[in-house]
């Protein structure tokens, strides 16, 4: 027998029998960390953390607000950006309702900075720029150059700005 969603009746009943017990872990304080919402890839990436090979990352944004997250050991620069993404889109989610944040524009605008140093290639390993567990990274303003081939109105409104001055 099937039931909505594709899954056999013995599927549905193990997650209904499951269900409440899940309600019983989730409100003890020693896991109060787990989101209510937690995925099995969420848990694991937690269950890491505490074996250690995971990290747990702060993210402070330029209003102040900050985050944790956590990624392996052996992240890159743009898996932290697409768990700051989905932990972001999470929280909007709980707090405002149904809200969309462009993460083209947010990036294209904004990069993440450890230690005054901007995390700009999505390629780099996080170990190799010095992150480790407990780390903070922050949001900071990001002005495109020329090397890398990004148009910048920003960075040419100032060049001419500055030239009229001189006049």
Known sequence: MEVSGGGSLREYNKAARLEPILATLLEDP???????????????TLISVELGSAMR????????MA????????????????VIEK???????????HRHISW?????????CYLN??????????????????CQVRFVAHIASKERGEHSRAKRR??????SKQA
């Open 30 to 44: 020693i896991l109060s960390d787990v989101p209510k919402n937690a995925t099995l890839a969420d848990i694991d």
């Open 158 to 163: 100032r060049f001419f700005h500055g030239l």
């Open 104 to 112: 083209r524009h947010v990036w294209k605008n904004y990069c993440l």
């Open 117 to 134: 140093q901007k995390l700009i290639d999505d390629q780099i390993f996080l170990q190799d720029c010095g992150i480790r567990n407990n």
């Open 57 to 64: 990352i702060s993210v402070l944004r330029m209003d102040g």
């Open 67 to 82: 985050i944790d997250v956590a990624i392996p050991n052996n992240a890159r620069v743009r898996d932290l950006k697409k």
């Open 87 to 97: 932990k972001y889109n999470g929280l909007e989610q709980l707090e405002m309702g």
